[in-house]
């Protein structure tokens, strides 16, 4: 064993006795020991937000994201590390409200990273606010926002569940799924977890009748996307909300050789010849060769993911 | 007619975008670059894919130039705009070659001593799919004997330019080529025997490179393997040449949903150990303020590209401008730490990015790389270069070994120099918390007075730290007038050869190029301090450079801006007049 200096003494939560957060924690502290994640090969992103401290309790590597940021700082970490586990964590305001186009890009992009969503329908380090996921209530004829629903219905995602804060067994085995599914480098892993907020939008007696327990529904196929969309659409018209593994989508085979960008050689001494063919795509020789028609700055050909947009606004 | 001697030349190729400006000045760029001529190509766009005025520019010259002549020499000029467009700046002994399909040239436009060609290209080019490349073959034949060319060489240059193509493709070509020659031979313009005769430039290799490519090329060579952008008018080049490039050397560059995910992106890779950049414009620029902020206060290391064009707000997107300074200079919520870097051409943008890679992880902050539509998109040929220069310097980046041997690890421990050694994520033994939250010295969220100053002290610390490493700039003109001259950017060319022209009408000036606009370091202030009165030429419209060299405590009243924001590059006669003028010599 190397080893290793003295770090960070990981804190203790700042959470009101009785949140919902303290079985999101649990859950997550079991899923990694279970699967026996190094600390050091753990990341935990975290949003603004009660949740968002959830990244200073457990020794591992931790950030704090700008509000609504976690996603892309979390797609950041996982796309230049493959070896690491990333976990991003946030609540309904950071991943429904100021975030929410990022998750619908998670979806799309598919990382493999999991993402945990703490949804208690309220702001509550701001003092109890409400959220765009709170069910009802809402003024104007305003509705709410199902994430669970938004990612099934996004033809990329590959990993859909509920947990509850309220059923631990199940939200533990979950956060597990989680977990090995980003690991396995399936995909982005999503897991709602409604997680009440006992001091602004006590919930629990609420869900506790509004769940509907998936693993209790010998009818739901996990791997049927379509039958999971109108099982949760369908609950969502009554007010009602599906908890367990939704929607996981089957292995596509071994995982691709992913680029590791953080590990990928940069001394520029060993890379030299590949840099210099670079340059001779631009190098005009006077008298000698005419030049090369195929340079870069002239080339028609575009890389496929982007489109030319030299002459043109955005 | 006989060759007049020339050494500068300049032309401009216009009509409606999708007419093939570009090609034609391509092809031309291919011709005199082969005689060992420098060049400076640029273009004006409209915000759109097809039609439109559209034009491209050709400046060769022996002398490197960094900006476009005074007066263009030669105006091939595809429709009546664009002799509306280039006639005001034709030499009064000028060449025009006009299509004529649609009837004569508006004379009225041009100096009485131009002399217009006009060509019915829709009567001699061949009328089908592919009129218009035959079309800018044939304009090039006759462009090519007036710049003095053989027939021959211009013939090589097309081929070359055009050997992907298929066979009979380019033998179209060549036989309007041809047709072209015989149009000049019917006008009297036989080969070798043009208005000029172009002087031989300099053998040896040169790139004929943008400033975007150069910043891509110089991120990667840095060692940057990680990029993320939003595509944006003039930034989107820099994604796509790494698009293309980085996955060759296992990294990665993404297409990000906004501006805001792209600095996230970027900036979670930097915590990972990647280094990272993004590129934007303006309005991108200001989308990421926060995230700017975020670095300075997180202490993360990333490299922000701005490649400035018309504002305020969307502007005018294809469209030169420095005036973004402010928001670059001071932008972001809170008091960080910054650097912003501004190359003056693409030999620089190389230099500074390389720099500019190996400064953020050295501080661990933000380092701007300020370029504008100009520096950015317009193609100038450069010295290739040197990567015996390039080289990797990770600052205080700990290793496992490294942490294996400390008794502790704190992420934000304060140090003299104000930078704390760091650990990229995944290195063993080196667990520790990152957020933007002031925080102690283990990165847990503090707000006790004491430590938040001592945070805040350390912070802005770093720059002093690194401020000897910041490019100086570079001067020229006369060291010892008594009158300045500050230009950056896209102005660098420009104040450069207005020097020139001002020594000659006796006002010698001292010059400077900054390449580094914040922090103002001494080069600036030196000058200033020699100088009773000091021109600082910008475009924007309020003097942004000036309030912050003002903000440095450089006496403002010997400041005197020159500015300018219509959205079109100052030439170096205009400027040396106008200088002059205020001078009252």
Redo the contacts between chains.
Sequence with gaps: V????????P?VPIWCAGCGHFAVLNALRAAIRDLEI????T?I?AGIGCSGTI??YL????????H??V???????????P??TVIGAGGDGDGYAIGV??L??AFRRNPSLTYILMNNETYGLTKGQRSPSRLGEWGGGEGWLDGPLLGLSIPSSTFVARGYSGWFDQLRRLTREALEHARAKRGFAFLEVVSPCVTYQDTYPRWEQALHDLDADPSHDPQDRAGAFALAAELAAEGRLPAGLLYRAPPTGPPADL??????????AQ??P???A??DR??????GA??E??????AKA??A?????????? | MSPRAVDDLCLMVAGQGGDGSLTLVNLLGDLLAGRGLELYQARNVASRIKGGHAAAYLRASTARRGCLADRFDLLLAFDEEAVEQGGPRLAERGYVIYDASEGPAPGERLPAAATVLEVPFGRLAVRDLRRDLYKNSLAFGLAARLVGASDAEAEATLRASLRRLAAPLIEANVRALRRGFEYADERGILAGRGPWALAQGRPGERLLISGNEAVAFGFMVAGGRFFAGYPITPASEILERLAAWLPEVGGVALQAEDELAAINLALGAAMAGARAMTASSGPGIALMQEGVGHLGSAEIGLVVVDCQRAGPSTGMPTKPEQSDLGMLAEGANGDIPRVVLAPGDPGDAFELTVLAVNLAERYQGPVYLALDQAVSQDAVTVPRFDLDTARVDRGRLLTEADLAGMDEYRRYLVTSEGISPWAPFGTFGGQHLVTGNERDEWGRVSTQPANRARMMEKRLRKLETVRPDLPRGRRFGDPAAEVGLLGFGMETGVVVEAAERLAAAGLPVRGLQPRTLRPVLEDVVDLVSACRRVYVVEHNATGQYARILAGAGIPAERLESVLRYDGVPFRPGELAAEILEREGA
């Design positions: 190397t080893a290793m200096p003295r770090t960070y003494p804190a190094p600390a050091h090969e990341v992103l990244q200073n020794g591992t590597y931790g950030y704090h994201a700008l609504g940021r996603l892309p700082a979390a797609t950041g970490v996982a796309l230049a590390n070896d690491l186009g990022h619908v890009h680029p590791a960008p953080a590990r990928a050689p940069i001394d520029p890379l030299r590949r840099y210099e670079i340059l631009y190098a005009l020789r006077p008298g005419p030049p028609p195929a340079q870069p700055s002239r575009r890389p993911e982007v489109r030319s947009l030299d002459e043109t606004e955005r």
